[in-house]
């Protein structure tokens, strides 16, 4: 109440010195006061109580409270956002063009500012108010807002000004009836809404993100599950028997069989692995296999150790060794060699898996294609494009399939490096994808 109190005090007093000044000029034309004066001060003293009683009555309905800050003409509004000055400057000038009847917006994207006007709602509907209504005829009629954009570092101020487009002196004597209080709040909200909605968008998209990886994580589990189960159980079989018959190599194989184990332990969201743990676990799986086929599988490696921390798909090289064999050396009677190899090109490792076994030709040697599709998806979801895999003839006989993977940031060669080289017939790694 004290603030509607000073309020109408200050309101009265202009007046007054402005009645007393007029008087004095009034005086000084015509002789006197006269009654004439005294009654057009009394109306103008009235209307300044009735447009101070409907500003406060406005505002109170508006604001919900009365007070020195609610009251006044010019209304300062600052709020943090969480973005770029760039961003939050079209924010700004997407909450100022809902304001109601906003007519003119002038952006200033270089100085970070918005200038824009506001008409007031009119009470004759438009009309020209009448030529003896002085006060009507020089009322004002717009408010104007200035918003300005401070660059912040991850978050911004905004600073919004609602003022009456009219002189400072206006004030002393006239009240918007909290037009300015109702633009500022307007404002004010129409960004707490769009940074609400945009929160809202970032934590769906979150969750849609978070929902994506939990499913290609699933995929790529239940991608790398797809392994030769009969492994496990063939091995198991075959130390069974050779326990009995020679028990030495039984004890080799189960050795090779808990190294392999070891290397193949599951580890949570994790789907990938680097080149020197599935050359590990690759080793133990062939070394299981050898003394299962004896001489009729043969081994060779070349895989520098600079590229052994390259980032791959766990069970991926396996997976090509597994075919390598099953499709290539086991139908072959007199067996063969299986090559792994790697070497690097640019920012790009090239993993090639390479056998002069019975190669594409071979009826009996045709398999269902299910693991090199697993293989290509499991690429797919892990690298998007920036992974490939490509499957040629090898020469005289055989097939090399490689993969090429981004390669691991320290591992760069020197610059008078030069790549192993590959054996006889053997295809380069980047012929193209299957």
Not at 85 to 105: H, S
Not at 232 to 239: E, M, S
Not at 269 to 298: F, K, P
Request: aromatic share 6%; proline share 6%; net charge neutral.
């Amino acid at each position: 109440m004290s603030s509607s109190f000073f309020l109408v005090l200050r309101i009265l007093f202009a007046w007054l010195v402005a009645i007393l000044l007029a008087g004095s000029v009034w005086g000084g034309l015509f002789g006197g006061i006269g009654g004439l004066f005294v009654l057009l001060a009394m109306c103008a003293l009235g209307l300044a109580v009735l447009g101070v009683a409907t500003h406060i009555r406005r505002v109170r309905l508006l604001a919900g409270r009365l007070d020195a800050a609610v009251l006044a003409n010019r209304q300062q509004r600052r709020i943090e956002l969480p973005m770029e000055a760039d961003a939050a400057f079209d924010l700004v000038a997407d909450a100022l063009r809902q304001l109601p009847r906003v007519e003119d917006i002038e952006p200033l994207r270089g100085s970070l500012q918005l200038r824009a006007r506001v008409r007031r709602s009119d009470p004759f509907g438009g009309a020209r108010p009448s030529r003896w209504n002085l006060l009507a005829r020089f009322a004002v009629t717009h408010d104007r807002v200035l918003a300005t954009v401070h660059p912040g570092t991850g978050t911004v101020g905004v600073t919004v000004l609602c003022e009456p487009d009219a002189a400072h002196l206006v004030d002393l004597f006239a009240l918007d009836e909290g037009s300015n209080y109702e633009n500022a709040e307007s404002v004010l909200r129409a960004l707490s809404r769009q940074v609400a909605a945009q929160r809202r968008e970032e934590q769906a998209r979150a969750e849609r993100e978070a929902t994506d990886n939990a499913l290609t994580v699933a995929r790529l589990n239940l991608l790398q599950a797809q392994v030769e189960p009969h492994f496990l159980y063939n091995t198991l079989a075959n130390a069974q028997v050779l326990a009995r018959t020679d028990p030495p190599r039984a004890d080799q194989m189960l050795g090779h069989l808990i190294q392999y184990l070891r290397h193949s332990l599951p580890r949570e969201h994790d789907t990938l692995s680097s080149l020197g743990e599935e050359l590990e676990r690759t080793r133990a799986y062939l070394e299981i296999l050898r003394i299962r086929m004896g001489a009729r599988l043969a081994l060779q490696v070349e895989v520098p150790d600079a590229l052994k921390g390259a980032a791959v798909p766990s069970m991926m090289l396996q997976t090509l060794v597994e075919n390598a064999i099953k499709h290539g050396l086991e139908p072959k009677p007199g067996g063969g060699t299986v090559w792994i190899m790697a070497r690097r090109l640019d920012d790009q490792v090239n993993i090639t898996v390479a056998d002069d076994g019975c190669g594409f030709g071979n009826a009996d040697s045709a398999g269902t294609g299910i693991g090199l599709k697993n293989l290509r998806e499991r690429l797919r979801l892990t690298y998007g494009d920036a992974a490939s895999f490509s499957i040629v003839s090898n020469f005289p006989s055989g097939v090399a399939a490689t993969i090429t993977v981004p390669a691991p940031a320290a591992s760069t060669p020197p610059a008078d490096a030069v790549p192993p080289p590959l054996p006889a017939g053997f295809p380069d790694g980047g012929h193209g994808h299957a």
